[in-house]
Nanobody, 124 residues
Framework: QVELVESGGGLVQTGGSLRLSCAASGRTLSRYAMGWFRQAPGKEREFVASINWSASSTYYADSVKGRFTISRDNAKNTVYLQMISLKPDDTAVYYC?????????????????WGQGTPVTVSS
């Protein structure tokens, strides 16, 4: 069993920045890929970013490339999502997710554990 707890969400103005954290317990994350997803009101949950176990590879949705950075600190069992130049379209609940490594990283069904989410609201 893996428990994931996100934090760092909040209300920010357009152009602002936030740093989300995802702390894990129950299993050491260091051997596994992690991802961030988001879900806006009335929309499906969508892929935002993913990072492999060693942090040597990262992947981003086109909508966040150049603005968001995923990173991890395996010693702290924590994954981060640094977000800059935020836009109103980034408003959503952000979820971190853990996967054992099967299937495409872009599909929610290929993640095995999820956090409860942290809301991000970007005002115009």
């Amino acid at each position: 069993q893996v428990e994931l707890v996100e934090s760092g969400g909040g209300l920010v103005q357009t152009g602002g920045s936030l740093r989300l954290s995802c702390a894990a317990s129950g299993r050491t994350l260091s051997r596994y890929a992690m991802g961030w997803f988001r879900q806006a009101p009335g929309k499906e949950r969508e892929f935002v970013a993913s990072i492999n176990w060693s942090a040597s590879s990262t992947y981003y949705a086109d909508s966040v490339k150049g603005r968001f950075t995923i990173s991890r600190d395996n010693a702290k069992n924590t994954v981060y999502l640094q977000m800059i130049s935020l836009k109103p379209d980034d408003t959503a609940v952000y979820y971190c997710a853990f996967r054992y490594g099967r299937g495409t990283i872009y599909d929610t069904s290929n993640y095995d554990y999820w956090g409860q989410g942290t809301p991000v609201t970007v005002s115009s």
